[in-house]
C-alpha cells in the first residue's frame, strides 16, 4: 500500500475517532465531515467521499445521537477499504440505505 495513503487513512480514522469522542453542534459535525470529505477525495478515497456525502444528508435531515455513531462506524469502514472504483461506492451507498432507512 502506498504510504502516502495510509498517512491518509491514519488521520482520517483519528478525525472520525474525535468526533465520536465529543458531543458537537449539528455545525461543529457537518463542518468536520466536509474537511473528512475534502481529504478524503483528494486522496481518491470515492467510497469515504461517498459515505461523507451521506452522512452530511443525515445531518441536514436532523439525525443526531447514536445513529451518527453507526454512520461514523461506515465511514470509517469506507476509509479503510482497499478499493476506490464505482462499485465499491455503490455497495457502500447501499450498505447505507439498508443499515439507515430500514
Known amino acids: 500500500m502506498?504510504?502516502?495513503?495510509?498517512?491518509?487513512?491514519?488521520e482520517l480514522h483519528g478525525r472520525i475517532a474525535a468526533i465520536g469522542a465529543r458531543t458537537a453542534s449539528r455545525v461543529e459535525l457537518a463542518q468536520e465531515i466536509d474537511a473528512i470529505r475534502a481529504i478524503?477525495?483528494?486522496?481518491?478515497?470515492?467510497?469515504?467521499?461517498?459515505?461523507?456525502?451521506l452522512l452530511d444528508d443525515a445531518l441536514s435531515r436532523g439525525e443526531h445521537g447514536p445513529l451518527v455513531h453507526g454512520w461514523l462506524s461506515v465511514l470509517n469502514d469506507a476509509v479503510a477499504s482497499a478499493r476506490h472504483d464505482a462499485a465499491a461506492c455503490d455497495t457502500?451507498?447501499?450498505?447505507?440505505a439498508v443499515r439507515f432507512n430500514g
Open 2 to 10: 502506498h504510504a502516502g495513503l495510509e498517512g491518509v487513512r491514519t
Open 40 to 53: 478524503a477525495h483528494r486522496a481518491g478515497m470515492h467510497p469515504a467521499v461517498t459515505v461523507a456525502h
Open 92 to 96: 457502500f451507498a447501499a450498505a447505507c
